[in-house]
């Protein structure tokens, strides 16, 4: 899977949970970047990470990625595109 894709993914799973149709993940991309994101959030996009792309995340590999880049780097790493 091409990386572009995996950002259009991921872009989807946050339209989605934040209910907000204008957010684009960007690898610099963070929490605080986005008004609607919070702990409850965060929880549900990692979710909807998960099921989007048939993938688990262990909790620390959770708590490892600050932005959007290192969740689709990891997403990449799980699916085999590294």
Do not use: C
């Not at 204008?22 to 909807?48: C, N, Q």
């Not at 990470?49 to 048939?54: C, D, K, R, T």
């Amino acid at each position: 899977m091409e990386t572009t894709e995996i950002y259009a993914k991921i872009s989807t799973v946050l339209q989605d949970v934040l209910d907000n149709e204008t957010v684009e993940a960007k690898p610099e991309m963070t929490a605080s970047d986005v008004e609607e994101w919070d702990s409850f959030s965060h929880i549900r996009i990692v979710l909807g990470v998960e099921q989007a792309f048939g993938v688990k995340f262990a909790t620390p590999e959770i708590a490892q990625f600050e932005n959007i880049g290192q969740l689709a780097d990891l997403v990449a790493e799980k699916i085999g595109n590294q």
